[in-house]
């Protein structure tokens, strides 16, 4: 089975200071992993995502990810954050093949002007 | 990207009535969909599976025969809540995935907001 670990529902971040949001996962074959963005209302967006190949990946509205395998993570950064970043964000950990997504817990940003 | 709709948006309904929320994949074929409920301020806690032209999967706890799912074709499947009661009143959210693409990104629709009174 594969599971994903967001910690801290809640994340505040100043208006133009880095963006951090922590994604453990865990699964017993090669994974797939994705962020996703949640706005008030809303279906889930796709903001990046890692299958093969480069571990640094760059998505949409600026964010990256990082697949660090020894770590068993992928954490997604911005450097300067918008307030038009305010929202929810889903982790999530799938593989090839694998029909499902297990999604964290998610985490809600909040940007302090 | 590809794009999966959901309708109605949001929708009110009496106690005891039933309410069909229709999803759509508009520029792809998907042969699965899932379903899902996302209580307030938590994560989305996935309901069902649904295959073209078979039975859908459902996760342990959620009753078939009041959640029916319909996958008629490679574009749409349909989400029953049969005698809705105020408990059922959530924000249901669909997802598809694209038979072409191999990487298991999920396409997601807006939502359906589902209120009932």
């Known amino acids: 089975a594969q599971s994903v670990t967001q910690l801290g529902s809640h994340v505040s971040v100043s208006e133009g200071a880095l963006v951090l949001l922590r994604c453990n996962y865990s699964?017993?074959?090669?994974?797939?992993l994705f962020w996703y963005v949640q706005y008030p209302n809303q279906g889930l967006q796709l903001l990046l995502k890692y299958t093969t190949g480069a571990t640094l990946v760059k998505g949409i509205n600026g964010f990256e990810a990082e697949f660090k395998k020894s770590e068993t993570s992928f954490h997604l950064t911005k450097p300067s954050a918008h307030m038009s970043d305010a929202a929810e964000y889903f982790c999530?950990?799938?593989?090839?093949?694998?029909?499902?997504?297990?999604f964290g817990k998610g985490n809600q940003v909040v940007v302090i002007p | 990207g590809a794009v999966v709709s959901q309708h109605p948006s949001r929708v009110i309904c009496k106690s005891g009535t039933s309410v069909k929320i229709e999803c759509r994949s508009l520029d792809f074929q998907a042969t699965t969909m899932f379903w899902y409920r996302q209580f307030p301020k938590q994560s989305l806690m996935l309901m069902a599976t649904?295959?073209?032209?078979?039975?859908?999967?459902?996760e342990q706890g959620v009753e078939k025969d009041k959640f029916l799912i319909n996958h008629a074709s490679l574009t749409l499947s349909t989400l029953t809540v049969t005698s809705a009661h105020p408990e059922d009143s959530s924000f249901y959210i669909c997802s598809a995935r694209d038979r072409q693409v191999g990487t298991g990104e999920l396409f997601f629709g807006e939502g359906s907001r589902l209120t009932v009174l």
């Open positions: 999530a950990v799938g593989s090839y093949g694998n029909n499902r997504l297990a």
């Open positions: 699964s017993s074959v090669p994974p797939y």
């Open positions: 649904s295959n073209e032209g078979s039975k859908a999967t459902y």
